[in-house]
Antibody, heavy 123, light 110 residues
């Protein structure tokens, strides 16, 4: 069965950096696009970033563009999110999510989600 | 950028009742790219419906989606105790790729 397990969250000061990881299993990771989606405490869902199956294309929400970088290591079945210049408004649970499109651009939705990792930006 | 509006914000119903949740888009959305998710407290979202009306794997048939253009609906035919949760609609625009969620509708027990 598909499993996505995020790690790397924690407390960081404004302006600081953090790298999140998402370990994938139960499917051919190298064949599927992957996303990061976040949820601020008590708020709704916000898409953050998408990477194609082979890492050839990456897309970001305007709110994180230039500060966050999505990447993947298909040999390790792992997705990453490097977060720099963190702000208080980046405080959220960060979920990795799988795109159902196999060797395609995107199906436009998220069929499996991890349990999330909490990032708190505070001094 | 397409904005999604969900109504009502909260829906108070009893088990066994029918729930009708609305998702309205500020511009026309391709039906292929409209999805619904369920989220319970402390849990990750779960995909319910994709392509506006296709149920995801393992989703009971009491959940159904419909609509086109700018108006979409999620219907739960008979609420079970485990259905009380927050429901989000989500759309995808392809140029450039952008994934947008609605603010959610909370279905709680009356």
């Amino acid at each position: 069965q598909v499993q996505l397990v995020e790690s790397g969250g924690g407390v960081v000061q404004p302006g600081g950096s953090l790298r999140l990881s998402c370990a994938a299993s139960g499917f051919t990771f190298s064949s599927y696009g992957m996303h990061w989606v976040r949820q601020a405490p008590g708020k709704g869902l916000e898409w953050v970033a998408f990477i194609r199956y082979d890492g050839s294309n990456k897309y970001y929400a305007d709110s994180v563009k230039g500060r966050f970088t999505i990447s993947r290591d298909n040999s390790k079945n792992t997705l990453y999110l490097q977060m720099n210049s963190l702000r208080a408004e980046d405080t959220a649970v960060y979920y990795c999510a799988k795109d159902p499109a196999r060797i395609r651009y995107s199906m436009g939705y998220f069929d499996y989600w991890g349990q999330g990792t909490l990032v708190t930006v505070s001094s | 950028e397409i904005v999604l509006t969900q109504s009502p914000g909260t829906l108070s119903l009893s088990p066994g009742e029918r729930a009708t949740l609305s998702c309205r888009a500020s511009q026309s959305v391709s039906s292929s790219y409209l999805a619904w998710y369920q989220q319970k407290p402390g849990q990750a979202p779960r995909l319910l419906i994709y392509g506006a009306s296709s149920r995801a794997t393992g989703i009971p048939d009491r959940f159904s989606g419909s609509g086109s253009g700018t108006d979409f609906t999620l219907t739960i035919s008979r609420l079970e105790p485990e259905d009380f949760a927050v429901y989000y609609c989500q759309q995808y625009g392809s140029s450039p790729p952008l994934f947008t969620f609605g603010p959610g509708t909370k279905v709680d027990i009356k």
